[in-house]
C-alpha cells in the first residue's frame, strides 16, 4: 500500500515535471527562442527522467503486484481455515441438535417417571397420615397397656403379700390353737 502512495507521489511528479516543462517552453516561446538548444536538451533530459520515472513506477507497480498476492494468499488461506471451521461448527451444531432431542426426550421420560414417583409419594404420604392418627390411637393403648402392666405387677405384689400374711397368719394361729382359715 506504501508503495502504492509513492507511485502516486511519483505520478504527481511526473505531472508537476511536465507542468514545468511546459512553463519553461512558454518561457523559452517569449524570449523568441533564444535559447532552442537549451530547451532541446531539456526535452532530452526530460523525456529521460520521465522515463526512469515510468520505468520506477513499473517496478513499483511489480512490487505492489507481488505485495497483493501475497496478502491473495493469505486471504485465501484464511478463508480455507475459516471454510474448516464452519463445517466444523456445523458439524457441532448437527451434534448439539442431536444431543438437544436426545435430553428433550430424557425429559419427557423422566417427567413421566416424576409423575409416577409423585403419585407413590402421595400413597405414601397419606399411609404416613393414617398411620400417624392411629399413633396416637396406638399410643395411647400403649399408655393403658402399660398402666395395665404396672397396676397387674402391683397387684401380683399385693397378691404376693397377703399369701404372706395369710399365712403368717395361719401359722399364729396354729401356734395359738385357733383354727386355721383356708
Known amino acids: ?27 523559452g516561446n517569449n524570449n523568441n527562442n533564444n535559447n532552442n538548444t537549451s530547451n532541446n536538451d531539456n526535452d532530452k533530459n526530460t523525456k529521460e527522467k520521465r522515463k526512469v520515472d515510468i520505468d520506477d513506477n513499473y517496478a513499483n507497480l511489480g512490487k505492489d503486484i507481488e505485495i497483493f498476492k501475497t496478502k491473495l494468499k493469505d486471504t485465501e488461506r484464511q478463508r480455507d481455515v475459516l471454510a474448516k471451521k464452519v463445517i466444523q461448527l456445523i458439524a457441532r451444531n448437527n451434534l448439539l441438535v442431536q444431543v438437544e432431542k436426545q435430553l428433550k426426550d430424557n ?13 407413590k409419594f402421595c400413597n405414601e404420604r397419606n399411609k404416613n397420615e393414617y398411620n400417624k392418627n392411629h399413633y396416637h390411637d396406638s399410643k395411647i393403648l400403649c399408655d393403658i397397656i402399660d398402666k395395665n402392666k ?10 404376693k403379700e397377703a399369701k404372706i400374711a395369710f399365712i403368717e397368719m395361719n401359722e399364729a394361729r396354729r401356734k395359738h390353737g385357733v383354727k386355721e382359715k383356708v
Open 1 to 27: 500500500m506504501d508503495s502504492y502512495i509513492s507511485n502516486n507521489k511519483d505520478n504527481s511528479n511526473i505531472k508537476d515535471n511536465v507542468s514545468t516543462k511546459n512553463r519553461n517552453d512558454n518561457h
Open 150 to 159: 404396672e397396676w397387674i405387677n402391683k397387684f401380683e405384689q399385693v397378691q
Open 107 to 119: 425429559e419427557f421420560k423422566l417427567k413421566g417417571q416424576i409423575l409416577e414417583l409423585d403419585a
